[in-house]
């Protein structure tokens, strides 16, 4: 816990940091609990902080998601090209089975090859 919730707390943080006489030169000057005007800038510093982290996190996860679709595309043409080539196989490899197999191994080749250059 960074924030100080009590005036006990407040006056350990103080000490801490300036020295025990002027926490309890500081505490008994105030009018009322102390803790709120620490509190409240404290709590306003951690809430600006936390949400500048959620602001980066919501940037990376938009990255990501990017990045996540471009893979799903190269599966989906991978799959369109693997579907394409074995329905050709079936259609070709008993006429001529040496001249199926070239045509298979060479659209398999370009379909790799459109999906390594894409982003």
């Given at each position: 816990m960074s924030t100080p919730r009590t005036d006990a707390q407040a006056g350990c943080a103080i000490a801490n940091q300036y020295g025990q006489s002027t926490a309890r030169e500081l505490?008994?000057?105030?009018d009322g609990p102390f803790?709120?005007?620490?509190?409240?800038?404290?709590?306003?510093?951690?809430?600006n902080a936390?949400?500048?982290k959620a602001e980066r996190y919501r940037l990376v996860t938009l990255k990501l998601d990017a990045?996540?679709?471009?893979?799903?595309?190269?599966v989906r043409v991978l799959r369109s090209a693997c579907e394409s080539i074995c329905e050709e196989w079936g259609r070709n490899h008993d006429a001529n089975p040496i001249g199926a197999g070239q045509r298979m191994a060479t659209r398999a080749g370009k379909?790799?090859?459109?999906?390594?250059?894409?982003?």
């Open positions: 505490l008994a000057a105030h803790v709120h005007a620490v509190f409240a800038r404290t709590l306003e510093r951690e809430l936390e949400r500048d990045k996540l679709a471009a893979e799903r595309e190269k379909a790799l090859e459109a999906t390594e250059d894409a982003p």
